[in-house]
């Protein structure tokens, strides 16, 4: 076999791992979401009865339980993803932009300015499909968190500016979250609905979610809005009705009533996940039974974690889009690193500032699977004006995923776009400088991916001289991954290059002590 061909035995090893991730047999892998159940749905043969053959045995009735049970499960979710009350309308939406400025005090960043808080905020909207910025209103406070956000004189001159916008349809309160009191507030002076990050980030989060996971994730996290505007809605009809509080024959006041059908939802939608995430297991073990090393790749939103996979994998069927939150669903995509090693990129969400903590709490579920990695590769956007600010955002989230310590200590810093900057060099001593989309320095960070895999799965790279007659041969096709088969037909011997654990390699030496072993 030449140099660095591969051997049926890896290839099929390739499928199975693609057969784990829900793909088709083809290689490198396209991009599938880890939500399994796309790829639990078709139903199992047993061997031999061939793709169109009739079945017919005693596991018939199984069988047909199974599908009842799916089917029930799949009418059960799409009743939990039907259309969400909190969605703003399908028409186009006409958003002024405000930022509450706090000047001093705690809540107020060293690492960012108004106007750099403006333009993510305009950012944010410009994401959404017909909407667009009608005005950018930058106005001073003390204590953004009062009842009107803003001071008396500068709240006046604030509702002045807003009315006097021709055609606006809705504002954007640039703050994490907003009462449902200080809402109701704002949109009986303003006239228009008022949306708060929370509100905008899920609406982006609702308008790209593609699997049954994500979405399931979304209805999630709409929980707390739909608490809060119940509350909102039964002091309203308390009002409106001045007498009994309660549903007739009921026992229960409207606030009961709606409150505990909502548990029940919330309740359906965990057990949903619940389902979801065992079935994801699953895969995961059909994964490493493979042995393919997984790198999460991190990052702030749109700093160009997917070009970059892109790059690393060839993959030709990924298409990055120069928006945030572009990828919503976790995907996987496989690479090759300098000895030939088969790896998996996993592709994640990305992360903002102020990003409620309910909202990331919902996605947890999708963040799991990162813990699962054997390498971080954390991703920045360097010719970002706030990218210390997004650095520090993201190792804070990363730290409350509660991931292994190894994990958070190992990680690989990737300074991305430097073809932006003339005579780029990273600050940091760690971090490695590329262009994804023009190629820069990405040998040297497949170099630095490797020798962190090696160490974090404690593989090796070794090259062993094996008889052609022995069952070495047979032995390291089963126990390790054979890269490279050199026959020196001349003397019945090869010369074999495998990546090899630590526990095999141990069992190797055992099994052939005299077998001649060179460190790559």
């Keep these: 076999m030449r140099p660095g061909r591969l051997s049926w035995s890896l290839l099929l090893r390739c499928r199975r791992a693609a057969a784990a991730l829900g793909a088709p047999r083809c290689r490198p892998l396209p991009a599938r979401p880890l939500s399994a159940a796309a790829a639990l749905r078709a139903p199992l043969r047993p061997p031999g ?62 690492l960012t300015t108004a106007e750099l808080q403006v333009a993510e905020a305009v950012a944010l909207v410009d994401t959404l499909q017909n909407w667009t910025v009608l005005d950018k209103i930058i106005i001073p406070t003390k204590n953004p968190n009062k009842k009107f956000v803003f001071g008396k004189g500068n709240f006046q001159v604030l509702t002045e500016k807003i009315k006097k916008l021709p055609h606006v349809t809705a504002v954007f309160l640039n703050v994490e979250r907003i009462s449902s009191l200080t809402k109701k507030e704002l949109e009986g002076a303003w006239g228009v609905p008022v949306f708060d990050r929370y509100t905008v980030v899920l609406h982006i989060f609702r308008c790209n979610a593609r699997t049954k996971e994500a979405k399931l994730q979304v209805a999630l996290a709409e929980i707390p809005l739909l608490r809060s505007n119940l509350k909102n809605e039964a002091s309203q009809r308390d009002q409106q009705r001045g007498g009994s509080r309660y549903i007739m024959g009921s026992g229960e006041t409207f606030l009961e009533t709606q409150n505990r059908v909502l548990k029940e939802r919330e309740l359906k939608i965990r057990n949903a996940l619940e389902k979801l995430k065992r079935k994801r297991a699953l895969l995961r073990t059909q994964r490493r039974k493979c042995e393919f090393p997984m790198v999460s790749v991190m990052g702030y939103t749109n700093s160009g974690k997917t070009t970059l996979i892109k790059a690393l994998t060839g993959e030709a069927g990924l298409q990055p889009r120069d928006q945030l939150f572009a990828t919503l669903d976790i995907t996987a995509h496989a690479g090759y690193l300098p000895s030939h090693m088969p790896v998996i990129y996993v592709d994640t969400i990305g992360f903002l500032t102020d990003l409620p903590h309910n909202l990331v709490e919902s996605f947890s579920a999708t963040l799991e699977e990162v813990a699962y990695s054997d390498l971080i590769v954390h991703v920045r956007d360097i010719t970002h004006p706030e990218t210390i600010l997004q650095k520090a955002t993201v190792l804070s989230v990363l730290r409350n995923l509660n991931l292994p310590s190894h994990l958070l200590d190992s990680m690989v810093e990737v300074h991305n776009k430097v073809d932006l900057i003339e005579r780029y060099k990273p600050a940091e001593d760690n971090a490695l400088a590329v262009s994804a989309l023009h190629g820069h320095g990405l040998e040297k960070l497949k170099q630095e991916i490797e020798k962190k895999i090696l160490t974090a799965t404690g593989k090796k790279i070794l090259t062993v001289n094996i008889n052609l007659e022995g069952p070495q041969l047979s032995w390291l096709y089963k126990e390790a991954t054979v890269r490279e088969v050199e026959v020196m037909p001349e003397d019945g011997t090869a010369r074999v290059k495998v990546i090899i654990g630590s526990s095999a390699f141990g069992r190797y030496k055992n099994l052939f002590p005299n077998s001649e072993i060179f460190m790559s």
């Design 49 to 110: 009865t061939g793709g169109g053959a009739p079945w017919n045995g005693a596991a018939d009735a199984d069988g047909d339980e199974e599908e009842e049970e799916e089917e029930e499960d799949e009418a059960a979710l799409e009743e939990l993803l039907g259309p969400s009350p909190l969605a703003p309308g399908p028409g186009a939406q006409r958003v002024a932009v405000v930022h509450p400025a706090v000047k001093w005090g705690p809540q107020k960043s060293p």
